[in-house]
């Protein structure tokens, strides 16, 4: 099992309704994609499974600035994901690590 890591950006200003993902890896079949995150400012943060549609991530509560964040969301190769914040004001990214992991069937 290879985690193939997607995004790494550890600064960075980004604007409202811009992807963080330029450069993406192929999804790998049934994986599992970790989000580590900490941001300069309390903004809610919105992922995309179809690369159109985009829904907040935890429960549309704004993250708490300068705090890290971990979460993970299930994923398989048909879909296309990416990051964003929808605040008016973007955000500064302080870390951002994406990674694939694989999911393993025995």
């Known amino acids: 099992m290879t985690i193939s ?15 963080w993902i330029t450069d993406t890896t192929p999804l790998q079949e049934a994986s599992t994609i970790i989000i580590q995150v900490a941001i300069s400012s309390s903004v809610i ?3 995309t ?3 159109t549609t985009y829904d907040s991530i935890n429960e549309g509560t704004a993250l708490t600035a300068d705090t890290l964040y971990r979460f993970a969301i299930d994923v398989d190769d048909t879909m296309t994901f990416n990051i964003r914040t929808a605040d008016a004001a973007g955000v500064t990214i302080t870390q951002c690590l994406i990674k ?3 999911v ?3």
């Not at 890591?5 to 992807?19: F, L, M, R």
Request: glycine letters at 8%; hydrophobic letters at 35%; proline letters at 7%.
């Open 100 to 102: 694939e992991s694989p």
């Open 5 to 19: 890591s997607i995004y790494e950006k550890p600064t960075g200003a980004k604007a409202q309704n811009v992807d």
């Open 45 to 47: 943060l919105e992922v």
């Open 49 to 51: 499974l179809d690369g």
């Open 104 to 106: 393993v069937f025995t």
